[in-house]
């Protein structure tokens, strides 16, 4: 049996890919549990310095939840509890490096949820985007419904959650819930590009602009801007903003350390 999820490296980019082609990289425990492991080890590697998430064949990113985990009803009492304990989708909240989701063909439910956890979206102009669980009587369970009305609003996330339709690449991309749109065949080389740019800048200025973004979203105004001096403040010492500096000055592309 081929792994759930694999983890390749190469020129500081983590490429991780959902691997159920076959059922349409369809999220069963296997891969929740593979998951959150290929993403604190590309975390954790310091050769790394993005991550760009990715779903095997040609039909899916990701369809959602595997439907045929879903035969027995658990007691609510014990769902709700191993749900507590449920971590594999914080994986990617811990993530201080960027996360990039290369979205193709089919991207519906869990899915979706794991895209919204990432940092950036890009997709291919198959792509066909969506949160279908209300009509299958469930719910998102991972985020969902929290994480979507942050990127697209109130409105338009309930739209989407209470329809449960389907949205192109092109109308996902009018709304905030992808960035970029590409033709199917260039999406790998669009991604990798975007991948090789966010590498090659200092790694450090990028994991605090990071926590800053993510923390407006939570935070008052008046903290959310002392967070963003206090995160300046700590980048006017690094080695690669003084790089930074010095390669303006002399004419030059900065060669950056991540200190």
């Not at 899916?60 to 191993?82: H, L, M, N, W």
Request: with cysteine.
């Amino acid at each position: 049996m081929s792994e759930p999820v694999l983890l390749e490296i190469a020129d500081a980019v983590a490429w991780i890919t959902l691997n159920r082609p076959e059922a349409m990289n369809a999220l069963n425990t296997a891969t929740r549990d593979a998951l959150p492991k290929a993403i604190r080890a590309a975390e954790a590697d310091p050769a790394v310095r993005v991550i760009v998430l990715r779903g095997a064949g040609e039909r899916a990113f990701c369809a959602g939840a595997d439907i045929k985990e879903f035969v027995e009803v658990p007691s609510p009492a014990e769902y709700r509890q191993s749900r507590v304990h449920d971590s594999w989708i914080r994986a990617f909240d811990e993530t201080r490096k960027p996360i990039v989701a290369s979205i193709h063909g089919i991207c519906l439910g869990g899915g979706l949820e794991i895209a919204l956890a990432c940092d950036i979206r890009i997709a291919a102009e198959d792509a066909l985007i969506g949160l279908p669980e209300t009509g299958l009587g469930i719910m998102t369970g991972v985020g969902g419904s929290q994480r979507l009305p942050r990127v697209v609003g109130l409105g338009l996330a309930l739209d989407m959650m209470l329809t449960g339709d389907r949205l192109s690449a092109a109308r996902s991309r009018e709304i905030g819930l992808v960035t970029r749109v590409v033709p199917r065949a260039e999406l790998h080389a669009a991604t990798a590009a975007l991948a090789a740019h966010l590498a090659a800048r200092p790694p450090m200025a990028m994991a605090l602009a990071k926590e800053a973004v993510r923390a407006a979203m939570d935070l008052p105004l008046r903290e959310g801007m002392r967070l963003e001096v206090d995160l300046l403040t700590l980048l006017l010492n690094t080695e690669d903003r003084l790089e930074a500096a010095r390669a303006f000055r002399e004419k030059r592309k900065p060669r950056f350390s991540g200190r």
